[in-house]
């Protein structure tokens, strides 16, 4: 039965143009070419990206954060109550109004005081500006490095300037090992990602990210497979670009550095148009499309890649539209909503705020990820609670 499995699944038609096999893909007088097998070794990889991330994260994005200035606010912490506590965690976060008021009665409390004891436990569970910063810190540089050591490494490639000549002699194309290290980190760092979604930062567009990082995942082990190593690496090259700008933004916006945040919300927002919705359709989906069977035919691969390459493009859209909304506030209208992408920390009623006050000093944190580019506070302004009180005439 598995055997039978395995044979169908490594059947040449579905790998490569109707011409070509496995056979043809073996070493040979000194060239390489990819095989399946190469990428096993990315299971260690996972497991060394893990240990650095969260040392890199201890060791250096921690204390980066407290020099520029991130600071944690300090949240009310919900009085112990098992009865509140076990409904929190085995039916629901946020109780409808009936369920409030049976919680009320068996627990002898007010009703007030049942809705903010689960305004405070969510609180508590919302992570914290230190640790959001942590995190974009890490994907900086991952992607800094990612981006510039897989620029260096096909800069000088005649396909990396005209993306047509990536399936000249395809798919026989010998393997460097400068894009095979490439190809092990950015899969190690998607699978990384998807192991430890459960202790990260928890966004709203939760099920989005988890088809990005299966579509790349699953993208990155069929180019390898079947040998779209070319055009994978301008895939990767698109996509990073973007990413560092916004990872950038991010820990100036925790760090509270409206003005430089909005530059740099600006020059991520004018390149991740231009690489996702311009760059990335020309010289991927195009030539992927097109130039791939200039001198083959159809086969179950160019479907499967086409058709994962679309899935990521449908992504890119539905993130541009939540990034042109955002860039319009910022540039146009000078405001800015809170992140529709991520949990935002619940404040006090107008009758709480006099005790929220003693036990919270810091300042609350709002949003977080694209749409976390506040616009700048206004000296002077008032808050919408305080009044100025008439001078009486004299």
């Given at each position: 039965?598995?055997?039978?499995?395995?044979?169908?699944?490594?059947?040449?038609?579905?790998?490569?143009?109707?011409?070509?096999?496995?056979?043809?893909?073996?070493?040979?007088?000194?060239?390489?070419?990819?095989?399946?097998?190469?990428?096993?070794?990315?299971?260690?990889?996972i497991?060394?990206?893990?240990?650095?991330?969260?040392?890199?994260e201890?060791?250096?994005?921690?204390?980066?954060?407290?020099?520029?200035?991130?600071?944690?606010?300090?949240r009310?912490?919900?009085?112990?109550?098992?009865?509140?506590?076990?409904?929190?965690?085995?039916?629901?976060?946020?109780?409808?109004?009936?369920?409030?008021?049976?919680?009320?009665?068996?627990?002898?409390?007010?009703?007030?005081?049942?809705?903010?004891?689960?305004?405070?436990?969510?609180?508590?569970?919302?992570?914290?500006?230190?640790?959001?910063f942590?995190?974009?810190?890490?994907?900086?540089?991952?992607?800094?490095?990612s981006?510039?050591?897989?620029?260096?490494?096909?800069?000088?490639?005649?396909?990396?300037?005209?993306?047509?000549?990536?399936?000249?002699?395809?798919?026989?194309?010998?393997?460097?090992?400068?894009?095979?290290?490439?190809?092990?980190l950015?899969?190690?760092?998607?699978?990384?990602?998807?192991l430890?979604?459960?202790?990260?930062?928890?966004?709203?567009?939760?099920?989005?990210?988890?088809?990005?990082h299966?579509?790349?995942?699953i993208?990155?082990?069929?180019?390898?497979?079947?040998?779209?190593?070319?055009?994978?690496?301008?895939?990767?090259?698109?996509?990073?670009?973007?990413?560092?700008?916004?990872?950038?933004?991010?820990?100036?916006?925790?760090?509270?550095?409206?003005?430089?945040?909005?530059?740099?919300?600006?020059?991520?927002?004018?390149?991740?148009?231009?690489?996702?919705?311009?760059?990335?359709?020309?010289?991927?989906?195009?030539?992927?499309?097109?130039?791939?069977?200039?001198?083959?035919?159809?086969?179950?691969?160019?479907?499967?890649?086409?058709?994962?390459?679309?899935?990521l493009?449908?992504?890119?859209?539905?993130?541009?539209?939540l990034?042109?909304?955002?860039?319009?506030?910022?540039?146009?209208?000078?405001?800015?909503?809170?992140?529709v992408?991520?949990?935002?920390?619940?404040?006090?009623?107008?009758?709480?705020?006099?005790?929220?006050?003693?036990?919270?000093?810091?300042?609350?944190?709002?949003?977080?990820?694209?749409?976390?580019?506040?616009?700048?506070?206004?000296?002077?302004?008032?808050?919408?609670?305080?009044?100025?009180?008439?001078?009486?005439?004299?």
């Open positions: 039965m598995l055997a039978s499995l395995y044979d169908w699944f490594w059947k040449d038609q579905y790998w490569f143009p109707t011409q070509y096999s496995w056979t043809d893909m073996e070493d040979s007088d000194g060239v390489i070419y990819p095989h399946p097998k190469d990428l096993l070794a990315v299971f260690p990889v497991f060394v990206i893990i240990i650095v991330r969260y040392s890199f201890r060791v250096v994005a921690l204390p980066l954060s407290r020099f520029m200035g991130v600071q944690d606010s300090r009310i912490k919900a009085f112990h109550n098992p009865i509140l506590e076990s409904f929190f965690h085995t039916q629901s976060k946020k109780p409808k109004e009936a369920q409030l008021n049976l919680l009320a009665t068996q627990c002898n409390l007010s009703l007030r005081q049942v809705q903010r004891w689960f305004r405070d436990r969510r609180n508590q569970e919302r992570p914290l500006l230190s640790k959001k942590c995190e974009a810190c890490w994907k900086f540089v991952f992607y800094f490095s981006f510039f050591g897989g620029l260096l490494t096909i800069y000088n490639e005649p396909w990396f300037w005209k993306s047509e000549l990536c399936w000249d002699g395809f798919p026989k194309q010998p393997l460097k090992p400068g894009i095979y290290w490439w190809y092990l950015e899969l190690g760092l998607y699978i990384s990602m998807m430890t979604f459960a202790f990260d930062v928890k966004r709203k567009d939760f099920k989005e990210q988890i088809i990005h299966s579509s790349t995942i993208l990155i082990c069929h180019s390898y497979f079947s040998n779209y190593l070319r055009i994978g690496t301008l895939v990767m090259l698109i996509h990073d670009v973007s990413d560092i700008f916004l990872e950038m933004g991010k820990m100036l916006k925790y760090a509270q550095w409206e003005k430089s945040s909005k530059v740099i919300f600006i020059i991520f927002t004018l390149i991740f148009f231009i690489s996702r919705l311009f760059v990335f359709p020309y010289k991927v989906l195009y030539t992927t499309y097109y130039s791939s069977m200039v001198n083959h035919k159809p086969f179950f691969g160019y479907y499967f890649t086409n058709g994962f390459l679309m899935i493009q449908a992504l890119n859209i539905f993130w541009s539209s990034i042109l909304h955002m860039f319009f506030k910022v540039c146009i209208m000078g405001q800015m909503q809170n992140d992408r991520s949990d935002v920390e619940e404040q006090c009623t107008s009758d709480e705020q006099s005790e929220a006050r003693k036990q919270n000093s810091g300042h609350s944190e709002s949003s977080q990820d694209l749409e976390t580019f506040l616009s700048p506070r206004e000296p002077g302004r008032l808050s919408p609670t305080i009044r100025h009180r008439p001078v009486p005439a004299t």
